[in-house]
Nanobody
Framework: QVQLVESGGGLVQPGGSLRLSCAAS???????MGWFRQAPEKEREFVAA????????YYADSVKGRGTISRDNAKNTVYLQMNSLKPEDTAVYYC??????????????????WGQGTQVTVSS
């Protein structure tokens, strides 16, 4: 039921950094929040997720050590900090919300709300 809007994407050189934001239309403290991405000719893949309380985080192996997910429930906003960006990180990045009791967020299942996506392009 919550509406999500991503921002912060753009063109960055390899090795650079970006901070993506996901603004929600209302409170998100009852949702696990996740980031997914989809590159051309590839399936949508899980990137990172954070529990409703912010106490637990999940990361795909491809971004572990380079990505950091965080949330500010008071601001209804979720963030994804991406460092040491690689050309392989080029994709449309989506924010999503998962209600309680929908299983592991790493599976990509049970996310009921999705943003429109923001383009991240890593190229020299």
């Amino acid at each position: 039921q919550v509406q999500l809007v991503e921002s912060g994407g753009g063109l960055v050189q390899p090795g650079g950094s970006l901070r993506l934001s996901c603004a929600a239309s209302g409170p998100t403290f009852t949702y696990t929040m996740g980031w997914f991405r989809q590159a051309p000719e590839k399936e949508r893949e899980f990137v990172a997720a954070i529990s409703s309380s912010g106490l637990r985080t999940y990361y795909a192996d491809s971004v572990k050590g380079r990505g950091t997910i965080s949330r500010d429930n008071a601001k209804n906003t979720v963030y994804l900090q991406m460092n040491s960006l690689k050309p392989e990180d080029t994709a449309v990045y989506y924010c999503a919300a998962q209600p309680r009791g929908r299983g592991s967020p790493t599976s990509g299942a049970g996310f009921s709300s999705w943003g429109q996506g923001t383009q991240v392009t890593v190229s020299s």
